[in-house]
């Protein structure tokens, strides 16, 4: 998934190998996004990643889906 043009997440290389993670954490945003596809439910999402928020989960899925 290419997250350039996203807002939320960042690359910082020294940073679990450079993955793209939700800013300000060590949650790769592809793991959301895919964990979102999986239980189709933000409260599930939530349990998972609770430093989360629903918002950030939403447009994470939204930004994905483009």
Do not use: Y
């Amino acid at each position: 998934m290419d997250w350039s043009g996203c807002d939320l997440v960042e690359v910082v290389e020294d940073k679990v190998s450079g993955v793209p993670l939700v800013k300000g954490t060590r949650i790769p945003a592809d793991f959301v996004v895919e964990s979102f596809d999986l239980t189709g439910s933000v409260a599930e999402v939530l349990e998972e990643f609770p430093r989360l928020n629903e918002d950030i989960i939403q447009r994470l899925v939204l930004f994905a889906a483009r």
